[in-house]
């Protein structure tokens, strides 16, 4: 059964700064794209940073400049740095992930959610 599980998520001032982490497990083939929404009270769940297989990338406006996703394949992760975080980047994260499991095929993948909050 493959499970994502996000870390790293926490209280930090606004102007600072965290590492998320996605651990991807069980019986994996490989991972297509993986990315990192999130969803703040009383709001939809939003895109925030999507890298695909081959490398290509794209972000929210709210968070270009300022976060960098990242994964490793050889270690099914992947990571969201955040930078110059803002009371505003406040939700709970998610990592989703489009994976292709033996004897399951290819199927959408969710974690658990980590929650960030920026506040002074």
């Not at 982490?21 to 297509?32: L, P, R, V």
């Not at 406006?61 to 270690?75: E, L, Q, Y």
Request: hydrophobic share 35%; proline share 2%; charged share 15%.
């Amino acid at each position: 059964q493959v499970q994502l599980v996000e870390s790293g998520g926490g209280l930090v001032q606004p102007g600072g700064s965290l590492r998320l982490s996605c651990a991807a497990s069980g019986s994996i083939f490989s991972i297509n794209a993986m990315g990192w929404y999130r969803q703040a009270p009383g709001k939809e769940r939003e895109l925030v940073a999507q890298i695909t297989s081959g490398g290509t990338i794209n972000y929210a406006d709210s968070v270009k400049g300022r976060f960098t996703i990242s994964r490793d394949n050889a270690k099914n992760m992947g990571y969201l740095q955040m930078n110059s975080l803002k009371p505003e980047d406040t939700a709970v994260y998610y990592c989703n992930a489009e994976i292709w499991a033996l004897r399951v095929g290819v199927d959408d993948y969710w974690g658990q959610g980590t929650q960030v909050t920026v506040s002074s």
